[in-house]
């Protein structure tokens, strides 16, 4: 079981550029968590998908940012006309059913905007 | 929502001392918490978990002990190693719950 996968690793926009986040999770997995850690400071959730459905986005900023996860193919973050503020590292994790265990989380993306 | 406090910010051990990091929640109706241990430029690894309904945990040079009725956890390290110099970061989520809300970190160095 490779874990959660995440592509790219890194990740470089011009400001107003769209970035495309992946997460592909563990075998058997159909619960994504997406998380935003800025530089020195905590995780941040953002949005929890099960299979074609968003269940909970209350972490989700209002605008520019959206995630999808689709019947086949990983998990897409979408961030729309990225900003300064946006970079940051993008993790996310896994599981197999709602989870109230601390779960795995992938080696995330980490986005600079320029 | 749940608010966690974590303390201190920043920790520097001489190697074999123990460490301690502590932290506070909000929201009474949390029963787990996790904590997790990032390296530079690496993902937040899980060392160590306790439930609510057991006031610690221990696995080798790591405990967690939880005390309901303040609303306070901490992670203890006995005989600190250099390989654990890292950040780490408490967090805490309800029955339930679709997130964790973590800590702020806390940046362990141990001196060799």
């Not at chain 1, 890194?10 to 563990?26: I, K, N, Y």
């Not at chain 1, 968003?54 to 995630?67: C, H, V």
């Not at chain 2, 439930?51 to 221990?58: D, F, I």
Request: aromatic share 10%.
């Amino acid at each position: 079981n490779a874990g959660v996968m995440q592509n790219p690793r890194h990740l470089v926009r011009r400001r107003g550029q769209e970035a495309r986040l992946r997460c592909s999770p563990m075998k058997g997995h159909s619960h994504v968590y997406w998380y935003r850690q800025l530089p020195e400071e905590g995780l941040k959730f953002m949005v929890y998908l099960q299979k074609e459905n968003i269940i909970d986005e209350s972490g989700m900023p209002k605008e520019r940012f959206s995630a999808e996860f689709p019947k086949e193919g990983p998990s897409i973050l979408r961030i729309q006309q990225v900003v300064r503020g946006d970079s940051a590292a993008y993790f996310c994790a896994s599981s197999r059913q709602a989870s109230n265990y601390g779960y795995t989380f992938g080696s995330g993306t980490r986005l600079t905007v320029v | 929502g749940e608010n966690v406090e974590q303390h201190p910010s920043t920790l520097s051990v001489q190697e074999g001392d123990s460490a301690v990091i502590k932290c506070t929640y909000s929201d009474s109706a949390s029963n787990y918490f996790p904590w997790y241990k990032q390296e530079l430029g690496k993902r937040p690894q899980l060392i160590i978990d306790i439930r609510s309904n057991v006031g610690e945990k221990k696995d080798q040079r790591i405990a967690v002990t939880l005390n309901k009725t303040a609303k306070h956890f901490s992670l203890h390290i006995t005989e600190t190693q250099p390989e654990d110099s890292a950040v780490y970061f408490c967090a805490a989520s309800s029955f339930g719950g679709n997130q964790f809300y973590f800590g702020t970190g806390t940046s362990l160095t141990v001196i060799p």
